[in-house]
């Protein structure tokens, strides 16, 4: 029964970087199996990190602040953030119709707005639930266009309500592309993650050398089986971004913290939210909701197979939480939830008959 809100207690921030040591060791004590990469940093504390478990099972490669795992849904603020940046410049718009950006649409889905795909209020179908019979090679984001294409109608009205799409960020990548005149690899890495001092960071192509990787993994009896792609892994917009907490970390001081550099991106995602439900709303690719002193409260979560990720963030306050996951168990759900309790987050609306803020998310993706 957790929802969002404000760090008081500040526990791993004055004892220090042993003490969340211990707490990740204690919640991952496989240090053989996949395991986790944790900040904890708050108000103006320096951040602090532990890591557990192998990136890779094979080659006993130690997980470290500098592993690159997969960002699974966490990726789509990097795709609203990009679209946010051209929009500054003046070179595209909120209310531009993807109509006017791609032929052969029909009818129902022209008229859907960038602004709508951006706030997952389009109504555009789960491109999850149309993919071909015996689809046996990866989808990239140009097949999901094409994909659309041959669907004659929306869940809803475009701009009546809120229902999470995979299908409208993978879009928003294309649109970059269009707009930018480069891949959306290549946007994004040049024009975004160099600038805020990224070095790693990249976007994920099937025979691209990552550095630093982590390779994702199921558990199954006991065991843990290579689980790192699937027919959806290979798609852009919606989840394609490899990243390790070091780096999400200066990402984050350097285009989410609170600062007159991030002003207009703050105000654009206060200004452009849209309710989705227990006193929680979505804009840009971030969950918002407010803290016990009204501070403006960010986090998403990301689910794929072999990876499961959380971030938490207040911009104002300069909180950041962050937890990055190499197996898709539901493990990090609970574990999330003893960081917050531990960091004492005040407890909010709830979210009942969820039982932790992962699980409330992982049912907002799937449109229960």
Same mark, same amino acid.
């Given at each position: 029964?957790?929802?969002?809100?404000?760090?008081?207690?500040?526990?791993?921030?004055?004892?220090?970087?042993?003490?969340?040591?211990?707490?990740?060791?204690?919640?991952?004590?496989?240090?053989? &199996?996949? &395991?986790?990469?944790?900040?904890?940093?708050?108000?103006?504390?320096?951040?602090?990190?532990?890591?557990?478990?192998?990136?890779?099972?094979?080659?006993?490669?130690?997980?470290?602040?500098?592993?690159?795992?997969?960002?699974?849904?966490?990726?789509?603020?990097?795709?609203?953030?990009?679209?946010?940046?051209?929009?500054?410049?003046?070179?595209?718009?909120?209310?531009?119709?993807?109509?006017?950006?791609?032929?052969?649409?029909?009818?129902?889905?022209?008229?859907?707005?960038?602004?709508?795909?951006?706030?997952?209020?389009?109504?555009?179908?789960?491109?999850?639930?149309?993919?071909?019979?015996?689809?046996?090679?990866?989808?990239?984001?140009?097949?999901?266009?094409?994909?659309?294409?041959?669907?004659?109608?929306?869940?809803?009205?475009?701009?009546?309500?809120?229902?999470?799409?995979?299908?409208?960020?993978?879009?928003?990548?294309?649109?970059?592309?269009?707009?930018?005149?480069?891949?959306?690899?290549?946007?994004?890495?040049?024009?975004?993650?160099?600038?805020?001092?990224?070095?790693?960071?990249?976007?994920?192509?099937?025979?691209?050398?990552?550095?630093?990787?982590?390779?994702?993994?199921?558990?199954?009896?006991?065991?843990?089986?290579?689980?790192?792609?699937?027919?959806?892994?290979?798609?852009?917009?919606?989840?394609?971004?490899?990243?390790?907490?070091?780096?999400?970390?200066?990402?984050?001081?350097?285009?989410?913290?609170?600062?007159?550099?991030?002003?207009?991106?703050?105000?654009?995602?206060?200004?452009?939210?849209?309710?989705?439900?227990?006193?929680?709303?979505?804009?840009? &690719?971030?969950?918002?909701?407010?803290?016990?002193?009204?501070?403006?409260?960010?986090?998403?979560?990301?689910?794929?197979?072999?990876?499961?990720?959380?971030?938490?963030?207040?911009?104002?306050?300069?909180?950041?939480?962050?937890?990055?996951?190499?197996?898709?168990?539901?493990?990090?759900?609970?574990?999330?939830?003893?960081?917050?309790?531990?960091?004492?987050?005040?407890?909010?609306?709830?979210?009942?008959?969820?039982?932790?803020?992962?699980?409330?998310?992982?049912?907002?993706?799937?449109?229960?």
């Amino acid at each position: 029964m957790v929802v969002m809100g404000m760090i008081s207690g500040q526990a791993f921030s004055q004892e220090g970087t042993t003490a969340l040591k211990s707490f990740v060791a204690a919640e991952y004590p496989d240090k053989n &199996g996949p &395991g986790v990469a944790v900040l904890v940093a708050t108000g103006q504390t320096v951040g602090h990190y532990a890591n557990s478990g192998l990136a890779d099972l094979e080659r006993k490669t130690s997980i470290s602040s500098q592993s690159q795992f997969r960002m699974a849904s966490v990726s789509k603020q990097f795709t609203a953030r990009a679209i946010f940046q051209l929009m500054e410049e003046g070179k595209l718009s909120s209310i531009t119709a993807i109509g006017d950006l791609f032929d052969g649409l029909p009818k129902a889905i022209q008229r859907i707005t960038v602004g709508q795909l951006l706030q997952h209020t389009s109504g555009i179908w789960d491109y999850e639930t149309l993919m071909p019979k015996g689809q046996s090679e990866q989808l990239l984001d140009s097949d999901i266009l094409a994909i659309i294409r041959g669907k004659e109608e929306t869940y809803f009205r475009p701009g009546q309500q809120f229902r999470y799409s995979n299908t409208g960020y993978c879009l928003l990548a294309l649109i970059v592309e269009r707009i930018a005149g480069q891949s959306y690899p290549t946007y994004v890495e040049q024009s975004m993650f160099k600038r805020a001092g990224l070095v790693n960071a990249c976007v994920f192509a099937p025979k691209r050398v990552i550095p630093n990787r982590v390779f994702g993994y199921h558990p199954r009896e006991g065991k843990y089986v290579f689980a790192d792609q699937s027919l959806t892994s290979a798609t852009k917009g919606d989840g394609g971004v490899y990243i390790s907490t070091e780096e999400f970390a200066k990402w984050l001081d350097s285009c989410v913290i609170a600062s007159s550099k991030n002003k207009s991106y703050l105000d654009a995602i206060l200004a452009n939210k849209v309710w989705v439900r227990d006193g929680i709303y979505y804009s840009m &690719g971030w969950f918002l909701s407010w803290d016990s002193v009204g501070g403006m409260c960010l986090f998403h979560s990301g689910e794929t197979t072999g990876f499961r990720n959380i971030v938490y963030v207040v911009p104002e306050a300069k909180i950041k939480l962050l937890v990055f996951s190499n197996r898709d168990d539901e493990q990090i759900g609970a574990f999330f939830e003893k960081l917050m309790a531990t960091e004492q987050i005040t407890v909010g609306k709830s979210l009942s008959p969820y039982s932790h803020l992962f699980e409330w998310l992982s049912h907002v993706y799937s449109g229960d």
